[in-house]
């Protein structure tokens, strides 16, 4: 790793940071919270912000005795599985941003955000979605969370018409540039409604969760599909030059976008900041590295950029501590370059648009499926709790 400059701060996270990228952390557990382990990760790494999902509760739920006392109590109330679940979602939840209240107040509201998610069945519910958020929103009743809605046709109305109330919104499931400028664009046409109506926009939040290794993986997958039977050699050469490097120029190509959208010389958002309006940072959702034969920490070392948040497992935040290294703004780098790797994409024969059309249904299917089965296993774990306390 380079030597660190005099004025850069050792620990390479906080590096990250001076950069002007929040560090949020994709993992959020009531021993993490109970324990200090979040208070800790605040105080010396500068981690920022937490992004939840259902597979993190599952696994929490179902593994471990922290939530046990919780259901005991919320089943002694008779409150049915549902209820229970949704209980000890929202006061984490809670307890999370209260944590974090003290860096969203350090920060004028730009930062210092928990994310809640309204569940993945309503994904394609556009009057679901809205009535969900609204009360999500309303039983956690702090300024500082997201409610996270995912990105799809039907869930831009709905982000729009969130925002436009005044709920704070983490657009997710986002892999497209065209998805990306929908949701921007509702962002922009939600502050525009709150203005003509008198209303304040410095206490409005969004940021837009663009999605990152997945990408790779299934590029990967269609470029190695058509290297099995290609026999031209330069063909050969131009295919293999496109592993692991699509999902990176996707990622940098948002951010080019976002620059254009939300710069001073854009009009419209230009009137909306100069009424307190903030940006809606892009933030690099999936950047942990599945391929291990591949650089861990490198969707992390490759979008470092002003205005934007990766959020990171716990091994991701623990790999770059450990060895990431920070060379400047990188999501700016060779923007023709990755211009021409998608163009050379397109030109062998591979439709990106489709792929991430299927990401956007795989996710909305895996995310799905995550919730049923965190519902699954919280009604185990009461089973499990009520015959051991018969017995």
Known sequence: MAPIPNNQPANRLRQIQTLGQSVWQDNITRGQIQTGQLKQLIATDGISGVTSNPSIFEKAIAAGAEYDTAIRELVRQNRDTAAILDQMIIEDIQATADLFRPVWEAAHHHDGFVSIEVAPSLARDTQGTIKEARRLWAAVNRPNILVKIPGTAE??????????????????????IDHYEAVAGAFIEALEQRVAKGLPLDNIASV?????SRVDTITDKAINAKL???????????????LGRIAVANAKMAYARFEEIFSPSNARFAHLQSQGAQFQRPLWASTSMKDPKRRDVYYVEELL????????????????RDHGEVRGITAKEDLAGERARLALLKQLGIDLDALTAELENDGIRLFSEAFEKLTSETAHKIEKLQATTVN
């Open 155 to 176: 869930g831009v109305p709905a982000i729009r018409q969130c925002l436009a109330e005044g709920i704070n919104i983490n657009i997710t499931l986002l892999f497209s």
């Open 228 to 242: 099995s039977t290609e026999t031209n050699p330069q063909r050969k050469a131009q295919l293999e030059s496109l």
């Open 208 to 212: 837009a969760s663009f999605f990152v």
């Open 305 to 320: 950029a002003p205005h934007t948040v990766n959020t990171m497992p716990d091994q991701t935040i623990d790999a770059f």
